[in-house]
């Protein structure tokens, strides 16, 4: 997986974890069908965690299960869909082709698969983005993540920080800053948790 060998240029070798097929089963079984190799695959490699500070994920044997979290987004969403489902173009799991969620970003967007194709190594993600239309991406769950990260990383050297601000700071605070993660680029990491 070209994708997968990626991500592990950025972050580093994971970290040695045990791993069975059999971890997927209930989550599998409770979806009716097989997630998306790259998907599982970087899971079992990382386990739960924040790419970049920023977007987490969900293992099935996480410190917070993939299937908890799932069967909580597809209540909530699928509520909020029948409310207003004239404006929302996109179901939620249960229903037939409903969006299957793997996880959220401090942004406020949720993250999910859209199974739009027999073989789920081809379903898209569509990103759910807090107060407006959603985004669906093209691509498998490992592209998804590099274009998350080089997002993250080539940013302005000042990113994050008030343009009208810049005037009244010193280099020093600057430096501060960035060296905080405050502004700036992202390092390319993952942190388990």
């Not at 739009?116 to 998804?144: L, M, Q, S, Y």
């Amino acid at each position: 997986m070209a994708g997968l060998d990626e991500l592990v240029q950025l972050f580093g070798l994971p970290p040695a974890r045990e791993t069975s097929p059999d971890d997927w089963s209930e989550v599998e079984n409770h979806l009716g069908s097989a997630l998306p190799g790259d998907f599982k695959a970087f899971l079992d490699a990382y386990g739960t965690g924040a790419i970049c500070g920023e977007l987490v994920v969900f293992h099935p044997l996480g410190s917070s299960p993939l299937l908890n979290r799932m069967r909580k987004i597809h209540e909530s969403f699928g509520k909020s869909w029948r409310r207003d489902s004239d404006r929302y173009p996109f179901r939620f799991h249960p229903a037939s082709g409903g969006l299957i969620s793997w996880g959220y970003d401090y942004s406020g967007d949720e993250h999910f698969f859209w199974p739009c194709d027999p073989n789920p190594d081809r379903w898209k993600i569509v990103t759910n983005i807090n107060g407006a239309d959603p985004e669906v991406f093209d691509g498998p769950f490992t592209d998804f993540v590099l274009a998350f990260v080089h997002r993250l990383r080539d940013v302005d050297p000042h990113h994050g920080i008030d343009p009208d601000l810049l005037e009244f700071l010193e280099p020093a605070d600057l430096d501060e800053l960035a060296d905080c993660g405050e502004i700036g680029p992202v390092e390319p990491k993952f942190e388990p948790f």
